[in-house]
């Protein structure tokens, strides 16, 4: 695998190489590898920030990292809900594949990411210092937890979402057994920074992988007493603007470090928006079907010199290409032996105009294939009504022509019968593919007499 990602490499390399040498071809001499952040948020919707067409909520440093950086405008979570969300990105596969795409993990859960899954953080060891700071979700008893267990050095965070009880502040981490302390709700966001800038700190000689997974704007809303009351959009508003002066910290922080061209930071979020938030044009929202707005997200990604300034790309990606990505930037190889579903979106970040690796998206609700998207179409096989999931192809087909029509409002299948073939072609081989590895459809079907 090693032999594949090298190309890759120094076509990234290359990228930077050619800007630095104002645009000679030529390959890069080898630098450090970069550091990687990703900045994790939770149910922040597609239309919050302002980089994203957002009016109401202030996202300033967030909206000068799209200004400096690259940003996709059609980029999907893997789910449209948490825990499948997150197993997909930090292993670069349809959760469907890792057990975990049926639902949130409940308290009284004792599902969890399998000890097999590579994820970007085992990937990247033992070059890489790696900490999860934040939400976890991918399991709360042993064998999935803690996260230490999965690849990360250090954990300082939450089992699940800061909605379910009983909640604790866990640490784990080189010479730290497993500690919890109370929460303080209002202090989470700031606390999360707090543990992430330090670990830069500790680990500022040698390559680190900080995933910083925010619990914000999930509800409960507790912006901290300095942004309290701030925002024009009320108390979800100021939970974000604080995410979004978070992120500031982060890059001042960088700056002071002299690391700020050595690190590639991304910023996205792990599904649409729940109860509040805005998915701007898109329809549907968090927990909804196959509708974009569940799933689309903000991706942002900055490193000077690499990822050119101001790049902005309708090319589809999904969350599952983090890994991916990520390792090519890091000059590691893919896991070997594992099946990805991710591609490597460094020609996207760094080419204008560069076609998306993707013929498809799989937009999966729980194990079941609720929507195809390709680089133009969208075709919608569920959706909820009153309610109740239907399957839509047998009172027609919805097709959606999503360059023109982005909040899938007029349905174009009528006209265009050669691509309703295309797409239910695609849509029944990804059934076919995908929904036999679905575990809650196995478990709850009855057994056969014998
Ligand atoms: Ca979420």
């Known amino acids: 695998m090693s032999g594949l990602s090298q190309p890759h490499r120094r076509q990234l390399l290359g990228g930077a190489a050619a800007l630095a040498a104002g645009g000679l071809a030529g390959f890069a001499a080898p630098h450090r590898a970069p550091n990687i952040v990703v900045v994790l948020a939770d149910d922040l919707g597609y239309g919050d920030l302002g980089s994203y067409g957002g009016r109401l909520i202030r996202t300033p440093h967030l909206d000068r990292m799209a200004r400096e950086g690259a940003r996709l405008t059609d980029f999907y979570a893997c789910a449209n809900i948490c825990t ?42 033992p070059d890489y210092a ?96 300095d942004y309290a009351g701030r925002s024009p959009a009320a108390a979800y508003g100021d939970v974000v603007e ?30 649409g928006p729940w109860f509040e938030g805005s998915a701007g044009p898109l329809r549907d929202r968090k927990g909804g079907q196959g509708w974009d707005g569940g799933y689309r997200t903000p991706l942002i990604a900055r490193w000077p010199g690499v990822i050119p300034a101001g790049l902005t790309s309708d090319a589809i990606g999904m969350n599952i290409d983090l890994l991916p990505t990520l390792l090519t930037a890091a000059g590691k190889p893919l896991p070997a032996n594992v099946e990805l579903d991710g591609r490597d979106l460094t020609q996207v970040l760094t080419r204008r105009r560069a076609p998306s690796p993707h013929e498809e998206l799989v937009l999966f609700n729980n194990e079941q294939v609720a929507a195809i998207r390709t680089q133009r179409w969208k075709y919608v096989a569920r959706a909820y009504y009153r309610g109740f999931n239907v399957p839509l192809g047998s009172r027609g087909d919805l097709l959606f022509d999503i360059s023109a029509d982005p909040s899938e409002a007029y349905n174009l299948a009528s006209a265009n019968p050669g691509v309703v073939a295309e797409m239910t072609a695609r849509l029944k081989r990804a059934q076919a593919l995908y929904e036999p590895m679905g575990v809650a459809a196995k478990a709850a079907a009855p057994t056969p007499p014998r």
Do not use: C
């Open 242 to 271: 604080e995410v979004d002066a978070g992120v500031g910290r982060l890059f001042a922080h960088l700056r002071k470090l002299g690391l700020d061209r050595d690190t590639l930071v991304v910023f996205t979020s792990d599904n």
């Open 130 to 225: 790696t900490a999860l700071v934040g939400k976890w979700h991918l399991g709360h008893v042993e064998p999935h937890w803690p996260p230490t267990r999965h690849g990360f050095d250090l954990f300082f965070g939450l089992p699940y979402s800061h909605d379910m009880k009983p909640l604790g502040l866990f640490t784990a981490g080189p010479g730290v057994e497993l500690t919890r302390e109370d929460v303080d709700m209002a202090r989470l966001t700031q606390r999360f920074f707090d543990r992430g800038l330090a670990f830069i700190d500790e680990q500022k000689a040698r390559p680190f992988f900080l995933m910083l997974a925010l619990t914000a704007p999930h509800i409960p809303l507790d912006p901290h007493p």
């Open 84 to 125: 499948p969300s997150r197993a997909g990105l930090l292993t670069g596969r349809y959760p469907i594949r890792t057990g975990l795409a049926h639902e949130v993990i409940q308290p009284n859960d004792s599902r969890g990411l399998p000890a097999g899954e590579v994820t970007i953080a085992e990937a990247l060891r």
